[in-house]
């Protein structure tokens, strides 16, 4: 077996192996000082190092090393846990290494070299969780929560629900030098108080070109994100993310744009039937048109809406609300929408309000009046529910109550809720 086991490290080189198999082959050649098991739980005394072809693939075990080092070098790979195909994840790990404190500690002493890791489902408390640099490597850390984190890249990675409890260093995610594609629902808590300030991003764009940031909530540090100098992409944004401490960047240089943007994706209605076809026009608060496009045949758009604008020179900027005007068949109607959160299926509806001036038309002075009062009496009833804080579906009119303030206009009346 191409294992190696002594108090300094446990090797793994040329092929696969679980956590068992390394402990059999200690109980095998008396080496079980080093190596220590109870249950499902394994303890290795020194470094862990897979190189030359290794690799470890495991689930449902808790793994401490006590070593400074968990090496992985090229062409290897550590595997914890399970993904099913739809990125969902069973049978996580805990994997700890309190005595890692080097920056490079997980990873590859020469960090250009890194292999792949997979963690699934898994708790992870790694203080010196930095090792992953350039390359082609790939970085898979879904569904687990994370005590230190510091800079992880890799060809096409995902990072996908993570909670970092407690980020490495001043620093929180460092951006990628590689391709990092996905990064959704992370949550970034405070990070360690070992600098002058605290950001929740690092962002370099000579290796990260313009990274984007899904989800996620960022709160506990002093700078929302340090910008390094190095030129490449212009542009770090964050969409659907809870920003609670505010948008002050540290900036090395004016090199990059930041947007904070919410996915807007309403339902175009006619009455209860959906609208295709529909045209749709999205302008900011400056009246500049952002989003121009006709539904689709399910009556939906979906467009990802600035909230927040600041430029590389840091001149910052509200972008809402909105004006929404939909147009169809000689029908146009204009709503303005205060897009400050993810706002997904909920209604927007097409109705021709225009008063009639002869016989031909179907709705009556007397009908908007109508309209009008029905507007009313639902949005007294909604605001009662808001304040309760229930949601439910009301009529056909209007059927969602968004957690914040969404205003309508309507030709001849305003309607607020």
């Known amino acids: 077996m191409s294992i190696s086991i002594t108090a300094s490290a446990v090797n793994i080189t040329t092929q696969d192996y679980s956590l068992d198999d390394i402990y059999q082959y200690a109980v095998s050649n008396n080496l079980t000082a080093y190596i220590k098991k109870l249950g499902s739980s394994y303890e290795i005394k020194g470094d862990l190092i897979i190189k030359s072809g290794g690799s470890i693939t495991d689930s449902n075990i808790s793994l401490t090393i006590l070593g400074d080092l968990i090496q992985i070098h090229k062409g290897c790979s550590l595997t914890l846990g399970e993904k099913r195909a739809d990125n969902t994840t069973l049978n996580g790990c805990i994997l700890s290494a309190p005595n890692i404190k080097l920056v490079y500690g997980f990873g590859c002493v020469t960090y250009t070299d890194s292999g792949d890791l997979f963690l699934y489902g898994s708790i992870v408390n790694v203080f010196g969780f930095w090792g992953f640099f350039e390359g082609n490597n790939h970085v898979e850390i879904i569904d687990c929560q994370v005590d230190g984190f510091g800079r992880i890249s890799g060809k096409d990675s995902i990072l996908k629900n993570i909670n970092f409890k407690k980020s490495h260093g001043q620093y929180g995610i460092l951006s990628p030098k590689g391709e990092l594609k996905i990064m959704e629902n992370l949550s970034v808590g405070d990070s360690f108080d070992t600098g002058s300030f605290k950001c929740s991003v690092y962002h370099n764009p000579k290796y990260a070109n313009d990274l984007t940031i899904l989800g996620g909530r960022y709160a506990g540090y002093s700078k929302l994100a340090y910008i390094e100098s190095e030129y490449g992409g212009d542009k770090l944004i964050f969409i659907n993310s809870e920003i609670v401490d505010g948008y002050e960047l540290y900036r090395e240089a004016s090199n990059v744009d ?50 927040y604008f600041q430029d590389r020179n840091g001149a910052a900027s509200y972008k809402t609300p909105h004006t929404v005007t939909l147009s169809k068949d000689n029908i146009t109607i204009d709503y303005e929408i205060k897009i400050d959160h993810k706002m997904v299926d909920f209604p927007l509806y097409l109705i021709d309000v225009s008063p009639t001036v002869s016989g031909n038309s179907d709705c009556s002075i007397s009908d908007i009046q109508t309209i009008n009062n029905d507007f009313e009496n639902r949005l ?18 209007i059927d969602e109550v968004n957690q914040n303030e969404t205003y309508f206009k309507e030709t001849g009346f305003s309607i607020m809720m």
């Open 258 to 307: 930041f947007y904070h943007k919410f996915t807007f994706s309403p339902i175009i209605k006619t009455s209860d039937a959906v609208a295709d076809g529909v045209k749709v026009v999205i302008k900011d608060s400056t009246n500049k048109v952002v989003f121009d496009s006709l539904t689709d045949p399910n009556g939906r758009i979906k467009e990802d809406i600035t909230y």
């Open 380 to 397: 007294t009833t909604k605001l009662n529910l808001m304040e309760s804080g229930i949601r439910q579906i009301l009529g056909n009119v």
